[in-house]
T-cell receptor
Framework: NAGVMQNPRHLVRRRGQEARLRCSPV?????VYWYRQLPEEGLKFMVY????????ESGMPKERFSAEFPKEGPSILRIQQVVRGDSAAYFC???????????????FGPGTRLTVL | RKEVEQDPGPFNVPEGATVAFNCTYS??????FFWYRQDCRKEPKLLMS???SGNEDGRFTAQLNRASQYISLLIRDSKLSDSATYLC??????????????FGTGTRLTIIP
């Protein structure tokens, strides 16, 4: 009974390179959330996706960042032309389909720690 | 003003003591409230939801005051394993089904043997 899986766990990139972070939700979960945690700060919401749809991307930087959750395969968070300020821990969470307006717990993956040199 | 504010600590308390954390939130339309726990360099894990009537889970008691926009967590008979960062979390999304969570920066707790 695997939980949320993220890979890679650690990623080192030089300024200007691209970073691709992958997230496989809990089996059967159709909702994926990405959060970013900068050093010594709290988690910040980035984007909420369902299969093949971006539902809420209000927390995504306007440039260089994109996310997808295809019909098949993991969710991908892509950061183009990385800068030092992108260094952070990126957490993915998943939840099952909401039912009747009840809150569904979000299960978090172990995170990907991105370091930009 | 931050959407969710917590005392960052650190709180250093002896084993067996009772410790209380407080949190305030700014958006009165907030719908759901939680305490998460995050161990060093690990992912956050749900500790407990917080209900208006107050709720208890073993040694942990959570309270919500909607009028004051205030949330609390009480840990009784603290154990060494309680050492962690405690995150106050609020769902301020206007639509059910979009469970976008807003996290406080966390309160660091260390239990001293």
């Amino acid at each position: 009974n695997a939980g949320v899986m993220q890979n890679p766990r650690h990623l080192v990139r030089r300024r200007g390179q691209e970073a691709r972070l992958r997230c496989s939700p809990v089996k059967g979960h159709s909702h994926v959330y990405w959060y970013r945690q900068l050093p010594e700060e709290g988690l910040k919401f980035m984007v909420y996706l369902q299969k093949e749809n971006i539902i809420d991307e209000s927390g995504m930087p306007k440039e260089r960042f994109s996310a997808e959750f295809p019909k098949e395969g993991p969710s991908i968070l892509r950061i183009q032309q990385v800068v030092r300020g992108d260094s952070a821990a990126y957490f993915c969470a998943s939840s099952p389909r909401p039912s009747g307006g009840e809150y569904n717990e979000q299960f978090f993956g172990p995170g990907t720690r991105l370091t930009v040199l | 003003r931050k959407e969710v504010e917590q005392d960052p600590g650190p709180f250093n308390v002896p084993e067996g003591a009772t410790v209380a954390f407080n949190c305030t939130y700014s958006n009165s339309a907030s719908q759901s409230f939680f305490w998460y726990r995050q161990d060093c360099r690990k992912e956050p894990k749900l500790l407990m939801s917080v209900y208006s009537s107050g709720n208890e889970d073993g040694r942990f008691t959570a309270q919500l005051n909607r009028a004051s926009q205030y949330i609390s967590l009480l840990i009784r008979d603290s154990k060494l394993s309680d050492s962690a960062t405690y995150l106050c979390v609020v769902n301020i999304s206007p639509n059910f089904g979009n469970e976008k969570l807003t996290f406080g920066t966390g309160t660091r707790l260390t239990i001293i043997p």
